[in-house]
C-alpha cells in the first residue's frame, strides 16, 4: 500500500497551489559556518488538497512552511504558488502559527477584523464580518475579551477565524494546536476540518504527531531527522471524510496506515533525538 | 489580613511615629533636654502648625501650581522627544549604533550637575526646571519606546504581515502599541522623574515652587517650614501616583494582571 512520492503527485503540476521543487533551507551561523536544514524538498499541493508534514523535532518542517509563506527564501530551488514563481511574501496563504500570534493590544474581535480592515474594508463591515467569524468559531459571546483573557484553546480559535475571515486560497499551519491539551485539540481539528470542508482550501499542515496527522489529511509527507533533512515518504490517506477525529482513529484501516508510516518514522525519531541530545 | 485590621495599622504606624516625635523632641527626658534638640528637628505641632497657615493663608497654592506646571511640561516634552527618538532609533539601527556611546553618555551623566547650566541659560523661570526634568524623563521614555519597538514578538510580527500589512499598518497596529505599552509601563517613574526635576530645579534657585519653599525655610533655620515642605511634597507626588495609576489602569486594559487566572 506503500505509495511513493512520484506516484501520488498530481498530474497538473503546473497549477498546483503549493509547488517547492528541489528546495533547500540553509542558515548562516553565529561562528561564520552554515546549517543546511533541509535538502531538495520537492513536494507539491493540489489546490483543495490537504497535505500534513510529519519529522521529528527540529527537522525543519516549520522553515518549509515559512518559504510557502515568502518569509523565507529558499537558499537553493524555487517556490510556485498557482504556477507564479514566489518571489515576496505569499499573498494568497494564511499563516497559522504555533506561537501566539494575536495582538495582545487589540480585543478578539478586532484581532478577527484587522485582516479586511487593512485591506481597506470600511470599519463597521470588517467589524460585522469579524463578528460573523467569531461566532463560527464558537466564540460569539467573546468578542470584546483581550487575548489574555482567552484560554489557549480559544486564542487558537481567534487565530483561525483571523486567518479565515481573508478567505486566502492557501491554508499554512505550523503545529497549531501544538500547546493544547489532547481534547481541546480533538474538538480544534474538528472545528478545522469542519470549515475547511466548506470551501477546500489547499492546506499544509505540520505536525509531529503522526495521529492527528492521519485523521485530518488526504497525504501524509514524512521528512527526515535534520540537519539536511529530506522528504522520505509520501502517503496518500485513503479515509472517507467528513471525518470526526476521535472516531476515526478507532477504524482499523487508520490503524494499518499509521502502522505503516511509524515504522518509517520511528527510526527518524529516534535520529532526531540523539542529534538533539548531542547538541546540548 | 482584612482591610480594616490593614487600615488601622497603617494609621497605627503614623501615630506612633508622629507621638514618638512629639514626644522625643518636647520632653527633657534625660537631664533636663529633650533627646531631639527641637532647633533641629522641630515637632509636629510646629510643622502642622506650618501646614495650616500656608494652607488657611492660601500661600502654597501658587507653588503647587509652579511646581505642577513645571512637572507637566517636562514630563509632556520629555515623553515626545523620548518616543520620537526611541521610534528613530529602533527602526534606524545605523543611526542608532552611531549615537550609542554619546546617549550612554549623556544617560549616566548625572543630571543634577546640568541645573546650573540650564539656570544660566533658561533663567530663574519655569524653563529652566522644565529643561532638567526633561532630560530626567527623556531617557526613560526613550530607552522604554526603543525597547518595545525592538521586542516586538517576531511571530505577531510575521502574523501581521502575512494579514496584508503596509509598512505604515505595521507602525500603526504592531510597533506603536508595543512601544506604547512599554511606555506607560514605566509611567510611574518617569512622572516622578519630572517631579524630582522640577523640585530639585526649584531648590537650586526659583522664585516660587515648593522646592523654593522648602530652600527658602532651610535658608532662615526654619526646620518646622522644611518638613513642613516636605509633607506637602509627599502627599502632592502621592496624589500624582495615584492619577497615573488610574490612567495605567485605563490604558493597559489588554494587559495581564500578574496571578490574574484565566477563565
Known sequence: MSETAAATAPARTNDAAIALNGVDVAFRLADGGVYRAVQSATLEVADGEFVAIVGPTGCGKSTLLNIAAGLLAPAAGHVDIFGQALATLNRQAGYLFQADALFPWKTALENVAIGPETAGMPQAEARARGKDWLTRVGLGAFGDRYPHMLSGGQRKRVGLAQVLIRDPKILLMDEPFGPLDAQTRQIMGNLLLDLWSADRKAVLFVTHDLEEAIALSDRVVIMSAGPSARIIGDWRVKLARPRDIAEIKLDPAFHDLHREIWQMLKSEVIKGYQQAESRT | ?263
Open chain 2, 1 to 263: 489580613m482584612n482591610r480594616v485590621t490593614l487600615l488601622t495599622l497603617q494609621v497605627l504606624v503614623a501615630v506612633v511615629s508622629l507621638a514618638l516625635w512629639y514626644v522625643l523632641t518636647s520632653y527633657p527626658l534625660v537631664g533636663g533636654k529633650p533627646i531631639l534638640p527641637p532647633f533641629f528637628f522641630s515637632n509636629p505641632l510646629d510643622v502642622a502648625h506650618q501646614i495650616y497657615v500656608w494652607f488657611s493663608t492660601g500661600v502654597i497654592w501658587k507653588h503647587l501650581y509652579i511646581t505642577l506646571i513645571e512637572a507637566a511640561l517636562a514630563f509632556i516634552i520629555g515623553s515626545v522627544g523620548g518616543v520620537l527618538v526611541g521610534f528613530w532609533f529602533a527602526r534606524q539601527p545605523r543611526t542608532a549604533a552611531v549615537f550609542d556611546p554619546y546617549v550612554k553618555m549623556a544617560n549616566a551623566l548625572p543630571r543634577v550637575v546640568l541645573a546650573p547650566i540650564f539656570t544660566l541659560w533658561l533663567g530663574l523661570g519655569i524653563w529652566s526646571k522644565v529643561a532638567l526634568g526633561v532630560t530626567l524623563v527623556f531617557f526613560i521614555v526613550f530607552f522604554n519606546v526603543y525597547q518595545g519597538v525592538k521586542e516586538v514578538s517576531p511571530t505577531v510580527l510575521a502574523n501581521a504581515r502575512m494579514l496584508g500589512m503596509s509598512e505604515r499598518q505595521l507602525m500603526r497596529h504592531v510597533y506603536w502599541p508595543s512601544a506604547l505599552s512599554w511606555m506607560f509601563s514605566s509611567l510611574h517613574t518617569s512622572v516622578g522623574f519630572a517631579v524630582v526635576g522640577a523640585v530639585v530645579g526649584e531648590y537650586l534657585g526659583a522664585a516660587a515652587g515648593l522646592g523654593y519653599l522648602i530652600q527658602q525655610a532651610e535658608g532662615v533655620f526654619d526646620v518646622a517650614g522644611v518638613f513642613a515642605g516636605m509633607f506637602v511634597l509627599a502627599a502632592f507626588v502621592i496624589v500624582i501616583d495615584t492619577i497615573v495609576t488610574i490612567v495605567e489602569k485605563r490604558l493597559l486594559v489588554w494587559r495581564p494582571v500578574v496571578g490574574d487566572a484565566r477563565p
